[in-house]
């Protein structure tokens, strides 16, 4: 069992900038999968940037040169660092762990509670 807890977010005006993080409680973090999540009101959950234990990474092209997702095992903790924001980025922010790769996928076995990002213009 993962437990995963995500802290970092809040309301901004457009064009600002956020990181969040994720603290996972688990002593083998380096060997999980994870990845940041969104969902709006009335909207599905969306991927928003996956990292494996590789260190390969891949984005959602809305957010792609705008946030950058990056991981330190040593504090098991996963980072989004979130650029430029803007009023559709308003969403819960969610990260999401797995020991099997599923890319943007929300099939992931472990889910935080999620964080608030709000986005006014």
């Known amino acids: 069992q993962v437990q995963l807890v995500e802290s970092g977010g809040g309301s901004v005006q457009a064009g600002g900038s956020l990181r969040l993080s994720c603290a996972a409680s688990?002593?083998?973090?380096?060997?999980?999968?994870m990845a940041w999540f969104r969902q709006a009101p009335g909207k599905e959950r969306e991927g928003v940037a996956a990292i494996d234990t590789d260190g390969n990474i891949i984005y959602a092209d809305s957010v792609k040169g705008r946030f950058t997702i990056s991981r330190d095992n040593a504090k098991n903790t996963l980072y989004l660092q979130m650029n430029s924001l803007k009023p559709e980025d308003t969403a819960m922010y969610y990260c999401?762990?797995?020991?099997?790769?599923?890319?943007?996928?929300?099939?992931?076995?472990?889910w935080g509670q999620g964080t608030q990002v709000t986005v006014s213009s």
């Open positions: 999401a762990a797995d020991r099997r790769q599923y890319l943007l996928l929300p099939r992931y076995n472990f």
């Open positions: 688990t002593y083998t973090y380096s060997s999980y999968c």
